[in-house]
Every structure is written in C-alpha cells, then in structure tokens.
T-cell receptor
C-alpha cells in the first residue's frame, strides 16, 4: 500500500526547543517537499529536495532545516529560530521531473505543530 | 497582487447543485494546473490535473483552463455532502519550477 506518512499527527513545542517532523514515502518518488499551511493562506514552500543528499530552500526556509539521507525520508526540523511555528505542516512527493512533463505532487496527512 | 487568487468562501450549496470554483492568476508562464481537495485536518488529495488550456472531465468533476484570461475553474456536478471540503488550486510554469497554491475555497454541501 503505497503512500506518504507523516508523524506525529500532533506535536507540541516548548520555547527554545527544536522539534523534528517525520516524512516517509514508499512511492519511489525522487522529489520531496515541505509546506506550511496557515489559515486563509495558500501552502508555502519551506524546503524541497529533488535527489538524495541535495535540497534547496523554498520561500520561507528561515528557522527550518532538512536532511535527505535516504530517498524515502525527508525530515523537517523546526528550530528555536522559527518564532511563529504554529501551523499545519504538509510533506509531499513527486516522481522525478521529466523535461517535458511536470509531475504533480502527492501529499501526506500532515502534522499539526502547536507551541506550549 | 498575489500570484494566485481564490475566493476563500465559505460557499454553501444544496445537495445536487452544480458548484463552480475558480482561481485567477497573474503569471502568464503557468501552464500546469491542478485542483486538490482537502478535508479538515487532512492532507490535500489530487482531484484534477491539466496542462495548458482546455477542459478535462473526470466523473462529476470538470476542470477548465482559460489561459487568455488567466482563469481556471473546477465544476462539480450533482454535488454531495461528502464534497464538503476546502478546494485548493495549484499551478506551475515549467520543468523544475515549484508549484504555487491558492489559499483555498471552503465548500459546504448541505443535505
């Protein structure tokens, strides 16, 4: 049963704490993405990775970090530098982008991060 | 001006109605267009994917793209209470470019 899993479903962060959100996919997709979703706003891209051991900043990368050591895994760390981390975080993946065809993205179920 | 605009709603319709959801955009380079459905506290799921202009139909859903007007639409026929969700449009320009999402329209289909 292929898909994208995210854990945990809910995560609580204390002041000054770093927290890591997990994203795993078994779709054999090359590209993976992290988005942040706030009420009334579209999804905003935090980081993306098109191949293992490589990733690029998105529109709102400050206060976040990622790694891509395995094709199926793309964890996101919300650092203490992110001053407003409360949001719904979505991980997505897509197959390797073909020169003539822009593949669409498939999303995980999301992680809701709350600040204590 | 935001790159992609979408009426946030909420839009309430009776069961069986035809629903029209729309997005406008400013970047004329966009040529890949998607509609996602997102239930409350869930990840978005892909509904429709179209390339360039024209119509695409899938069951009760029809996606239309009018590149000359920079306007895309999603029509839902015979709407059902299970269609109650937020609908996100997304678009991108070309290979290697990332997607830009609209803020979503919240739809409520009343039984």
């Amino acid at each position: 049963d292929g898909g994208i899993t995210q854990s945990p479903k809910y995560l609580f962060r204390k002041e000054g704490q770093n927290v890591t959100l997990s994203c795993e996919q078994n779709l054999n997709h090359d590209a993976m993405y992290w988005y942040r979703q706030d009420p009334g706003q579209g999804l905003r891209l935090i980081y993306y990775s098109q191949i293992v051991n490589d990733f690029q900043k998105g529109d709102i990368a400050e206060g976040y970090s990622v790694s891509r050591e395995k094709k199926e895994s793309f964890p996101l760390t919300v650092t203490s530098a992110q001053k407003n981390p409360t949001a719904f975080y979505l991980c997505a993946s897509s197959i390797e982008l073909d020169f003539e065809y822009q593949e669409t993205q498939y999303f995980g179920p999301g992680t809701r991060l709350l600040v204590l | 001006q935001k790159e992609v605009e979408q009426d946030p709603g909420p839009l309430s319709v009776p069961e069986g109605a035809i629903v029209s959801l729309n997005c406008t955009y400013s970047n004329s380079a966009f040529q890949y267009f998607m509609w996602y459905r997102q239930y409350s506290r869930k990840g978005p799921e892909l509904l429709m994917y179209t390339y360039s202009s024209g119509n695409k139909e899938d069951g009760r859903f029809t996606a239309q793209v009018d590149k000359s007007s920079k306007y895309i639409s999603l029509f839902i026929r015979d709407s059902q209470p299970s269609d109650s969700a937020t609908y996100l449009c997304a678009m991108s320009s070309s290979y290697g470019q990332n997607f830009v999402f609209g803020p979503g329209t919240r739809l409520s289909v009343l039984p």
